[in-house]
């Protein structure tokens, strides 16, 4: 029996000022067939109640545009690694939160980073990250999905090396609750593996099969980046005016297309056979990005 492949399903981070239930048009606006968001502001301060009305709200809207997927980012100060207990113990009930909230919304799934670490082993952070995202997912029933997200390995970040990701999941893959990783591919390039064409592409997969596995690859931020290989700064670009580049685009998305399978029906959410890639680029000429890789994902399918 073929095995079936996962589809790509593209789409960008959209604006919810206003209200939630705003996100499906914006998204259909820049012509996403899936899309992000935050559902709190995400440099700080608590998330407006999601009152029933809003929900109903939201869900009719993404009917009346005709998406069936979206995921949620946790906000940006999220911090696992921290050493002071208000920051640890804040980023835990957070990330709770959130994977709540985009369960009552229908969200597919909430991707979170790590955070960074200050005089510490890094062995050490890595473990106690670890523990407190377990205590995440022991707080939470639901059948939206937690994703961890590589970072772009500035400072003294965790989670920028596959190894690290690695480490981080094993105490969590037992949870149902817990989905995979999200690959950013500005993060990765920054971080020091290549992308920009097909062979350099099949490396840094390869290395990800051999320290994640391939079947926790469950969606990507797809980014082209401003900053060189390895520079270890997190600066999105454009895709095709970046360092990666439109040939690097199109070698992960074949990739993807061609070594990612669906899984079994009932163990995603809601659809086991979509993978979202989605934009963070400047909204300026993000709906050209959007355009651009639906032309990419044609080609190659």
Same mark, same amino acid.
């Given at each position: 029996?073929?095995?079936?492949?996962?589809?790509?399903?593209?789409?960008?981070?959209?604006?919810?000022?206003?209200?939630?239930?705003?996100?499906?048009?914006?998204?259909?606006?820049?012509?996403?067939?899936?899309?992000?968001?935050?559902?709190?502001?995400?440099?700080?301060?608590?998330?407006?109640?999601?009152?029933?009305?809003?929900?109903?709200?939201?869900?009719?809207?993404?009917?009346?545009?005709?998406?069936?997927?979206?995921?949620?980012?946790?906000?940006?100060?999220?911090?696992?690694?921290?050493?002071?207990?208000?920051?640890?113990?804040?980023?835990?009930?957070?990330?709770?939160?959130?994977?709540?909230?985009?369960?009552?919304?229908?969200?597919?799934?909430?991707?979170?980073?790590?955070?960074?670490?200050?005089?510490?082993?890094?062995?050490?952070?890595?473990?106690?990250?670890?523990?407190?995202?377990?205590?995440?997912?022991?707080?939470?029933?639901?059948? *939206?999905?937690?994703?961890?997200?590589?970072?772009?390995?500035?400072?003294?970040?965790?989670?920028?090396?596959?190894?690290?990701?690695?480490?981080?999941?094993?105490?969590?893959?037992?949870?149902? *609750?817990?989905?995979?990783?999200?690959?950013?591919?500005?993060?990765?390039?920054?971080?020091?593996?290549?992308?920009?064409?097909?062979?350099?592409?099949?490396?840094?997969?390869?290395?990800?099969?051999?320290?994640?596995?391939?079947?926790?690859?469950?969606?990507?931020?797809?980014?082209?980046?401003?900053?060189?290989?390895?520079?270890?700064?997190?600066?999105?670009?454009?895709?095709?005016?970046?360092?990666?580049?439109?040939?690097?685009?199109?070698?992960?998305?074949?990739?993807?297309?061609?070594?990612?399978?669906?899984?079994?029906?009932?163990?995603?959410?809601?659809?086991?056979?979509?993978?979202?890639?989605?934009?963070? *680029? @400047?909204?300026?000429?993000? @709906?050209?990005?959007?355009?651009?890789? @639906?032309?990419?994902?044609? @080609?190659?399918?």
């Amino acid at each position: 029996m073929k095995t079936l492949m996962v589809k790509l399903s593209i789409g960008c981070h959209v604006s919810v000022v206003g209200g939630v239930w705003n996100a499906p048009k914006n998204a259909r606006d820049l012509g996403c067939e899936t899309f992000q968001i935050f559902t709190r502001p995400p440099q700080g301060g608590s998330g407006a109640i999601l009152t029933s009305d809003d929900i109903e709200k939201f869900r009719s809207e993404m009917d009346r545009y005709n998406f069936n997927s979206f995921v949620v980012h946790s906000p940006y100060y999220v911090n696992f690694g921290s050493s002071e207990n208000r920051v640890y113990y804040g980023s835990i009930n957070t990330v709770t939160q959130e994977l709540a909230r985009a369960n009552l919304l229908g969200a597919q799934y909430v991707m979170t980073h790590v955070g960074s670490f200050k005089n510490a082993r890094e062995e050490d952070v890595l473990k106690y990250a670890a523990e407190g995202l377990v205590k995440v997912l022991e707080k939470y029933e639901g059948k *939206t999905r937690l994703l961890l997200e590589n970072a772009a390995g500035s400072g003294n970040i965790v989670g920028d090396r596959f190894e690290e990701l690695a480490m981080l999941m094993e105490p969590l893959a037992k949870f149902k *609750t817990f989905g995979g990783i999200c690959l950013d591919t500005q993060h990765a390039f920054a971080s020091g593996y290549d992308l920009r064409n097909t062979s350099t592409a099949v490396e840094v997969f390869r290395q990800f099969n051999k320290e994640i596995g391939l079947k926790w690859l469950k969606m990507a931020h797809i980014n082209d980046s401003l900053t060189d290989l390895g520079s270890r700064r997190d600066r999105h670009e454009h895709i095709g005016k970046g360092k990666i580049g439109r040939e690097g685009f199109g070698a992960i998305m074949e990739y993807l297309a061609s070594h990612i399978p669906a899984l079994p029906a009932g163990r995603q959410y809601p659809d086991s056979s979509i993978m979202p890639l989605i934009l963070e *680029t @400047k909204h300026d000429t993000v @709906k050209a990005d959007v355009k651009i890789l @639906k032309q990419i994902r044609d @080609k190659i399918s």
